[in-house]
């Protein structure tokens, strides 16, 4: 198990209902109606909002990697993030694609970059050997 050496940020939430419920932050600025997958609710789900996390932490990750390597990013960086839900043995498990976009970029520069950023992201960190997540270079 990794610890912080250093809390930098503290994210708070407070919901009710479970997957049928709702969720708030405690700085009121995150405020969300959840429904269970496929179910005839209309709010969102926590694999959607895990699979928007994960793609904006990602894409602050390449932003970060590229900084320190003085690397121009393409201004329509993007992330499609996909989140799947299914059954592992005795319980229920996630897995994690995400396909990165940055046209322009010399491939195997733009390569190496995803690679790179996978290593100092929080999420791929957090994730790391606990679910499976697939990289791709769109």
């Known amino acids: 198990m ?5 809390v930098l940020y503290t994210a708070r939430a407070h919901t ?4 049928d419920g709702a969720s708030r932050s ?17 709010g969102t789900n926590p694999e959607q909002l895990f699979a928007a996390g994960y793609s904006a932490c990602f894409i602050g990750a390449i932003k970060a990697v590229a900084s320190k390597q ?5 201004q329509d960086l993007a992330i499609d993030a ?6 592992i043995p005795n319980a229920y498990g996630i897995a994690a694609r995400l396909k990165v976009h940055l046209p322009g970029m ?3 520069q733009a390569q190496q970059l995803v690679n790179d950023a996978h290593q100092v992201c929080p ?8 679910i499976d997540v697939t990289l791709t270079l769109a």
């Open 26 to 42: 405690d700085d009121g600025r995150l405020q969300v109606q959840l429904s269970s997958p496929g179910g005839s609710g209309t």
């Open 123 to 130: 999420y791929s960190n957090a994730t790391r050997g606990n």
């Open 70 to 74: 003085k690397l121009t990013l393409p």
């Open 106 to 108: 010399d491939r195997a």
């Open 2 to 6: 990794t610890t912080l050496d250093k």
């Open 82 to 87: 996909e989140v799947d839900l299914g059954t």
């Open 16 to 19: 009710t209902g479970g997957r």
